[in-house]
Each structure stands twice: as structure tokens, then as C-alpha cells.
């Protein structure tokens, strides 16, 4: 048996948002080798997502240890500390400016298992998000459809591609649906920038509200993905909340947060625009529909789920429409009900081949050549350099002088200067950008 399958593993999960630091802390339980045991170390990326007490509670997903940190301080404690396995659950530019960073801080020295990847539906800048996370051992695909389409851009532009490999979305789960609740349950997954219009985010609320009123009998749920202030993975301009504030809405319509699995749970129609809790509900085969009243578009991301069945509108829904999933599309997207109909048994098998692969990387007694992005000063050097500097790196990966660092936590002045710091960012994001955007409309 692999020493890697018996020993106790140290691993870290870097994350810039509550969404990636539940799919990153989730996959990590999920691609560790069958039988090791885990200490997981959580760091997350100061930034204007950076996740606040209340959404690291709801996510869920408990570590040994979790600390916000800068990246110049993640690259230290990568320095100074030993891990087996290292998950990066960053957007594209920071994956890109934390390898060479890492490749910097580690050299040609010993070194953990690189991981990263996307946490939901890739739907948008495929190249561009695919060619600034090269570089890590392990590119996790979340589905089959994902992998050759992974496989197919690192090939096209010359790049290794044996570092993609298929996994799932590692928070699908919980039990199946066996039949309507009392009462019959609908809620609508909202998404923090699709739609991102005033006009179309009122449209959608508006049709919900009005969904309750036609069917008194149901519980209509608005499932809201963060509070008012908080930030998530995607900028959220104008929050459903203060949409809804003066609308009259019936008894039966109501606003909910909490975890999506739980709401899952007494979900009778999943609807959405294009959130992945539309595969999440289709793992547990809750009855799913992608709206398509604003069109079948790229910019919503609904475009993804052409194919599967479950496109409708509004109108369809008020009428009494029952969706049908495409049990080949399912399956193709990772999703295990489309595999396996009565649920047994299969998820699990999704992440066999990366626990596979991370195995025999930890077992190579050479131990692991340095990390090789496809992005170098010589390949990208109108591009690399700005991505490097806005996270205060140089050319070769360096920490540039003056780049934020500290050595301890900081104190209380710092603290409260970095919560007005945070406020007057999202008050400029909710409020005196859209004021700007409409004047730029007259």
C-alpha cells in the first residue's frame, strides 16, 4: 500500500470567497488519498470578497486552523511550513500569481501536490481562465464535458494538458427526492451578477411574487445567496433584499438563507437562471428548470444547460409545466444521478482518478520538479507582469518591496481601518456605481 494512503497529510486550501473556500476545503476532503487522515489548514485571501464569520458558518466546512492573510504572507507561510497537498480556490489571475510565487518561494525544493479549478459552471473566458490556472499538478475538471474542453485548449496552444482531470462538483450530495412536500415547495436560486440589470433582476422578482399569488397553495422561496454588505464570489450591484423593499408580496413568498443543501431538502422546483444549485437539485432529482424568459444567452450562462430538458419559462412554470431531464446530458455533467438513477453508490468513484493521481505524486521518491506555468515573461510579457503586480509580485515571482505583509494579527486600528476600507468599497459597489452607470445611459 502507497505510503501516501496510511499517513496522516497536512493540507492547505488558499481561498478568495466563501463559494471557492467550500469548493476548495470540499474537494480537498474529497481528492486526499482513500484511508489518509487530514489536517486542513484554511487561508483566506484579504480582498473584497473575503468571507465573513456569518457565510464561513453557513458554508459549513469546518479546518484545524483558518487565518486571513495577504498573498505575500500565504507565500511565507508556504516557505516556512510543510504541506503534502496545496488547493488554490482563487480566481484565474490570482491561481496564476500564486504559482509563480510558490515556484519562487519553493525552487527546485521539496514541495506539496498543486491543485485548483473552478468551482461551478464554466460558462465564460474559458482560454483565458483555463491558461491562468496551467501550472498546478492537478487542473480538476467537473465534468466529463469539462475535460475535453480543458484538454482542448491547453492542446490547441502547445501547453501540457496531463494535468486536467475529471472530477464533480465536490458539494453535490444529500438524499434524493422521493415526491412533493406539504406544501409544494418552489424556490428560485438567485445568482449575485446574473441578471445584472435593475430592469431584469425586478422582472424575475416580480414573476416570482407573482407565482405565489397564483398558487396560494405553495411556498414560494427566494433562497438569497449573501446579506446586504457581504460579498460573494461575483459582485452583487443590486441585492433582491432592497429589490423587494415596498413590494406587496403574499403570505405564501418568502426570503431565505441558510445552506443550499438544507434547502434542498424540502424543494419541490429548483429555478434558476444559471446557478449551479441547478445541478446540485439534478444530483438529488429535484424537478430543475433554467429559466429562459431573458433569452438562452451567453452573458447569463443559461446557454450551459442547452440540451438538458430543463429550459422553461415563467409562463410554463405558472401553467403547471414539469421538467424532464436529458439523462445523457446529466451525465455528462458530472452530475452522479445521471449515471446511476437510484443514486447508489457512484459519486465517490467521480474522484478516484485524482485521488489516484495526488497518490503516485506524493509517492515519487525524486519528489516534484518546479512548478512550469504556460505563462512566462518570455510568453506573455505584455500580460504576466500586471497580473503579478496587482497581487505585489515581480516578474520572477518575488515579493515586490513594500508589498503589505505582517508578521502577526493585525491590531484594533488596523482592523477598524480595514473594515471602513471594505465598507466604502461595497457602498461604491452597490451604490454610487449603478448611480454612474444609469448617467452614463441618458
Given amino acids: 500500500m502507497p505510503a501516501s494512503a496510511t499517513k496522516s497529510l497536512r493540507v492547505a486550501v488558499l481561498a478568495d470567497s466563501d463559494t471557492r473556500w467550500k469548493w476548495g476545503a470540499l474537494t480537498a476532503q474529497r481528492v486526499t488519498p482513500t484511508g489518509a487522515e487530514i489536517r486542513l489548514d484554511g487561508y483566506l485571501l484579504r480582498g473584497r470578497a473575503t468571507p465573513t464569520a456569518r457565510q464561513l458558518e453557513e458554508v459549513g466546512v469546518r479546518a484545524d486552523s483558518l487565518r486571513e492573510v495577504t498573498g505575500v504572507e500565504f507565500l511565507r507561510a508556504m516557505s516556512e511550513q510543510s504541506y503534502d497537498v496545496l488547493v488554490l480556490a482563487l480566481v484565474g489571475g490570482g491561481v496564476q500569481a500564486m504559482l509563480h510565487g510558490l515556484r519562487n518561494a519553493w525552487g527546485s525544493g521539496k514541495r506539496p501536490v498543486v491543485v485548483t479549478g473552478y468551482v461551478g459552471v464554466v460558462y465564460e473566458k474559458l482560454a483565458d481562465g483555463l491558461l491562468l490556472r496551467h501550472g498546478a499538478d492537478l487542473v480538476l475538471a467537473n465534468s466529463r464535458h469539462d475535460a475535453d474542453r480543458f484538454r482542448a485548449v491547453y492542446e490547441g496552444v502547445g501547453a501540457d494538458a496531463s494535468a486536467v482531470t475529471e472530477v464533480a462538483l465536490p458539494f453535490l450530495g444529500g438524499e434524493p427526492y422521493t415526491g412533493e412536500h406539504d406544501p409544494y415547495t418552489v424556490v428560485f436560486a438567485a445568482q449575485p451578477s446574473v441578471p445584472d440589470s435593475r430592469k431584469d433582476r425586478t422582472y424575475l422578482l416580480d414573476r416570482l411574487i407573482e407565482h405565489a399569488r397564483r398558487h396560494p397553495e405553495r411556498e414560494v422561496l427566494l433562497k438569497l445567496r449573501s446579506k446586504p454588505g457581504e460579498h460573494t464570489t461575483h459582485i452583487e450591484e443590486l441585492p433582491?433584499?432592497?429589490?423587494?423593499?415596498?413590494?406587496d408580496v403574499p403570505a405564501n413568498f418568502r426570503l431565505v438563507y441558510g445552506h443550499m443543501g438544507e434547502v434542498l431538502d424540502r424543494t419541490d422546483l429548483l429555478v434558476t437562471v444559471s446557478s449551479t444549485a441547478a445541478l446540485e437539485a439534478l444530483h438529488r432529482r429535484v424537478p430543475t428548470v433554467?429559466?429562459?424568459?431573458?433569452?438562452?444567452?451567453?452573458?447569463?450562462?443559461?446557454?450551459?444547460?442547452?440540451?438538458?430538458g430543463c429550459l422553461a419559462s415563467w409562463d410554463q412554470l405558472d401553467a403547471g409545466h414539469r421538467p424532464a431531464p436529458n439523462e445523457e446530458w446529466v451525465a455528462r455533467q458530472g452530475v452522479a444521478a445521471g449515471v446511476t438513477p437510484s443514486g447508489g453508490g457512484s459519486y465517490d468513484s467521480y474522484f478516484a482518478a485524482a485521488r489516484d493521481r495526488i497518490a503516485k505524486l506524493l509517492d515519487r521518491p525524486e519528489g516534484l520538479s518546479p512548478l512550469a506555468p504556460y505563462y512566462t515573461p518570455e510568453t506573455a510579457p505584455g500580460y504576466l507582469p500586471g497580473i503579478l503586480a496587482r497581487h505585489h509580485l515581480g516578474p520572477d515571482g518575488?515579493?515586490?518591496?513594500?508589498?503589505p505583509a505582517a508578521d502577526k494579527e493585525p491590531g484594533p486600528v488596523r482592523q477598524i481601518v480595514r473594515r471602513a476600507a471594505r465598507g466604502a468599497y461595497r457602498h461604491g459597489v452597490q451604490r454610487v456605481a449603478p448611480v454612474i452607470r444609469r448617467m452614463g445611459e441618458l
Fill in 398 to 403: 518575488a515579493p515586490l518591496p513594500g508589498a
Fill in 240 to 247: 433582491y433584499q432592497k429589490l423587494v423593499q415596498g413590494k
Fill in 290 to 308: 433554467v429559466l429562459t424568459d431573458l433569452g438562452v444567452r451567453e452573458v447569463l450562462g443559461n446557454h450551459h444547460f442547452t440540451g438538458s
